[in-house]
């Protein structure tokens, strides 16, 4: 499983990507986070607002920080 944070380092997208991480270290689940920061891409890719989650290359969270718990359940944990 691949999961994408796109955000150009703002605090919210910062955030973004510690609540993933903290529920990937839980629930010790092997997905790879990486981050998506130029302007370009997340254009290109279909993404106005950040920060935004992208899982398996399909967008599932646009313009606002996740909780832990709703990354739970976008992941099925």
Do not use: W, Y
């Amino acid at each position: 499983m691949k999961i994408e944070v796109f955000g150009t380092g703002c605090a919210k997208c910062q955030t973004t990507k510690k609540n993933i991480e903290n529920v990937l270290r839980k629930h010790n689940h092997s997905a790879i986070l990486s981050e998506v920061n130029e302007i370009d891409e997340i254009v290109a890719r279909g993404v106005l607002m950040t920060p935004a989650v992208a899982i398996d290359g399909e967008v599932k969270i646009s313009g606002r920080v996740p909780t832990e718990s709703e990354i739970e359940k976008l992941l099925g944990l």
